[in-house]
């Protein structure tokens, strides 16, 4: 588990998480995005595989196939979740 800063512009926040750097980022969206729109109080209209993590750090966005691990996020990166 690592701790990551994930901003979401769409709720113009930056949200802490704790995320498994070797689960597919395809569940971790799923995930993040429950946890932000149960803590905003909102629905996410469309599908979660319409949403990218992006890494800050790296200026990439991340395969939703692949994990964290495989792109080197560690403790304490950037996220961006467009």
């Known amino acids: 588990m690592i701790l990551v800063d994930i901003y979401a512009p769409g709720a113009n926040q930056t949200y802490d998480f704790n995320l498994d750097e070797n689960v597919k980022i395809?569940?971790?969206l799923e995930e993040i995005s429950g946890m932000?729109?149960?803590?905003?109080?909102?629905s996410l209209s469309g599908s979660t595989k319409e949403l990218l993590l992006v890494s800050?750090?790296?200026k990439r966005i991340l395969n939703s196939d692949l994990?964290?691990?495989h792109y080197k996020?560690?403790?304490g990166d950037r996220l961006l979740l467009v």
């Open 73 to 75: 996020i560690v403790q």
């Open 36 to 42: 932000i729109c149960q803590k905003e109080h909102c």
């Open 56 to 58: 800050q750090n790296q």
């Open 67 to 69: 994990t964290l691990s």
């Open 26 to 28: 395809e569940l971790l």
